[in-house]
């Protein structure tokens, strides 16, 4: 696989649910970050992790929780979220440091919370 | 407070002709500017920037232009296809925002391309 992956593609759960997203990239890049887009607002920045350390949280909830184990991976863990939190959460990779290159996005995850 | 605006929600253009993308910015300390494409289920795909040194940049067809006096710029097509029609988001990065500047975007709403044949 190449690019930026998501998994999974739609998500519906409840509010007492937990669920994890998953985010792989194939670019070698070593900068992640979780976007939400809700519906008719741009895209907000969430998180950004550099070489595995979250180096930016842009406010966001304690009920999103974000987890780096390497470079390549990244998972944004869900628990009690509300209706409101429903969106695409999208993921993207880039290379921070000597040869930075625009971000690339994954497909998202579209989120339905019940 | 929206700090980049793409007050067209939505633009119509015949194939062939020119399409024009506008985006203003109000944080005088972004100087790096993107557009980003997005097709529906897809993630938004990269498709040109510009820095701040610069008033124009070209690929292909496409050109944006930046009036940072104004703080503002635009996204030309030309001639537009088909293909083009899809959600076209502009983004800002701030001066001095580390390494991992490139992916800390700040995003307009998009404005909705469509391309008749």
């Known amino acids: 696989e190449t690019g930026v992956t998501q998994t999974p593609r739609h998500l519906v759960m409840g509010m007492t649910n937990k669920k994890s997203l998953k985010c792989e990239q194939h670019l070698g890049h070593n900068a992640m970050y979780w976007y939400k887009q809700s519906a008719k607002k741009p895209l907000e920045l969430m998180f950004v992790?550099?070489?595995?350390?979250?180096?930016e949280n842009n406010s966001v909830p304690s009920r999103f929780s974000p987890e780096c184990p390497n470079s390549s991976h990244l998972f944004l863990h869900l628990h009690t979220l509300q209706p409101e939190d429903s969106a695409l959460y999208l993921c993207?990779?880039?290379?921070?440091?000597?040869?930075?290159?625009?971000?690339?996005f994954g497909q998202g995850t579209r989120l339905t919370v019940v | 407070d929206q700090q980049v605006k793409q007050n067209s929600p939505s633009l119509s253009v015949q194939e062939g002709r020119i399409s024009i993308l506008n985006c203003d910015y109000t944080?005088?300390?972004?100087?790096?500017f993107l557009w980003y494409k997005k097709y529906p289920a897809e993630g938004p795909t990269f498709l040109i920037s510009i820095s701040s040194i610069k008033d124009k940049n070209e690929d292909g067809r496409f050109t944006v232009f930046l009036n940072k006096s104004a703080k503002h710029l635009s996204l030309h097509i030309v001639p537009s296809q088909p293909g083009d029609s899809a959600v076209y988001f502009c983004a800002a990065i701030p001066a001095n925002a580390g390494g991992t500047s490139y992916g800390k975007l700040t995003f307009g709403q998009g404005t909705i391309l469509t391309v008749h044949p």
């Open positions: 944080n005088s300390m972004f100087d790096y």
């Open positions: 993207a990779s880039s290379n921070a440091g000597r040869s930075n290159t625009e971000a690339f």
């Open positions: 992790y550099n070489f595995k350390e979250q180096t």
